[in-house]
């Protein structure tokens, strides 16, 4: 009898991990020089348990973050509370919803509000933002990796700034875009950055059309925590 494969799902990546891995990127090099003393020096068997932390997003053990925090505090600026730290802790931060996509890389529409958050990030930079998302499909690479996590800004008087990326729902659907002004003033052109893909003659990833008072709800693109390649 043959397995039954498991679904291509987005990880829930725990808001301590976001932490562990920002703090990381900025003391390698000064803290530590690479991934087998920082190891040796939280405890882990072998180098490659940080790998897998910080390339393929594997969970870090809230333990092992303390040990880390403590470890380097000085270099971290040595004030535990005075300043601004990367301090993650539950119930802080913006919601991070997980939802998937359907085959074409395009979500049905459904309220996100009915959803429940799967964790919480928080980082600066973010402090306005009011949700975060995963990115599917590929219409909008190289700016939007799939799988990248993104901190979104609601933008309730639908003013457009041409050029910029936005979260929209639009339709039955939501999708990320690129907008751009349009000849007709009551339309903006939803433009995808992967302009590579090709079906046929045709590019898989065409721009089109929306009328803005069909936009549902319009997000704006502040930040983006994209994926490390394996």
Known sequence: MEDQSKPNKIKT???ETLEFIILYNQLRGNAFNNNSEL?????FNNASSITEIIKSRQNIDPEKLKIFKEKYRDLLGGKKTTDKPVNVRNGDGIPMYEITATASGVEVYNDINDAHP???MNFPG???CDFALPVWGHSMYPYLENGCWVALKVISDKKIL?????YIEWGDYRMYKRLLMSD??????AHSDNTTEMIGSRLKYAPFP???DDIKK???VKDIHKKHNH
Not at 39 to 43: N, S
Not at 162 to 166: A, C, F, M, T
Not at 184 to 189: H, L, Q, R, S
């Open 13 to 15: 990546i725990r808001p």
């Open 118 to 120: 799967v964790g919480r």
């Open 218 to 220: 319009l997000c704006l």
């Open 39 to 43: 190891a040796e020096a939280l405890g």
């Open 162 to 166: 041409p050029g910029e990326v936005y």
């Open 210 to 212: 929306i009328l803005i």
């Open 184 to 189: 007709n003033p009551e339309e903006v052109i």
């Open 126 to 128: 973010i402090e306005e």
